[in-house]
C-alpha cells in the first residue's frame, strides 16, 4: 500500500485546511487510516483516525470539535477537514494505514510522506 499525503500550506490562525491522502492498491478498505502530526523537537502524536467501514472514528482532545476526518473508499482516499487552525497545530501530518481500529503509531503498516502544515500570522 502507498500513501501520498497532500493539502498542507501556510495558514492563518483561525483559517481552515483539508488534507488529502491517496492511497494504491484495491485493498483501501480493508485498512483503517489514520492521521499523525510531529512538531519540530516533538513526539508524533496521534491526531484522528477512522476505521475502515468509516463508522468509527477517534480524536485526540486537542483537535475535537474543529477536524473532522473522513473517507471515500471508491477514490481509495482519507481526508482531514482542519478548522479554527491554531499555531499549536503546526507540524509535519503523516497519513498512515493499519488492520485495525487504533491510535498505536507501531500498528500501523504503512505510512506516506508528511505535509507541512504552518499556522501562523
Known amino acids: 500500500v502507498q500513501l501520498q499525503a497532500s493539502g498542507g500550506g501556510l495558514v492563518q490562525p483561525g483559517g481552515s485546511l483539508r488534507l488529502s491522502c491517496a492511497t494504491s492498491g484495491r485493498t483501501f478498505s480493508m485498512y483503517t487510516m489514520g492521521w499523525f502530526r510531529q512538531a519540530p523537537g516533538k513526539e508524533r502524536e496521534g491526531v484522528s483516525c477512522?476505521?475502515?467501514?468509516?463508522?468509527?472514528?477517534y480524536y485526540t482532545d486537542s483537535v475535537k470539535g474543529r477536524f473532522t476526518i473522513s473517507r471515500d473508499n471508491a477514490k481509495n482516499t482519507v481526508y482531514l477537514q482542519m478548522n479554527s487552525l491554531k499555531p499549536d497545530d503546526t507540524a509535519v501530518y503523516y497519513c498512515a494505514a493499519a488492520s485495525s481500529f487504533t491510535m498505536t503509531a507501531g500498528q500501523y503498516a504503512y505510512w506516506g510522506q508528511g505535509t507541512q502544515v504552518t499556522v501562523s500570522s
Open positions: 477512522i476505521s475502515s467501514s468509516g463508522t468509527r472514528t
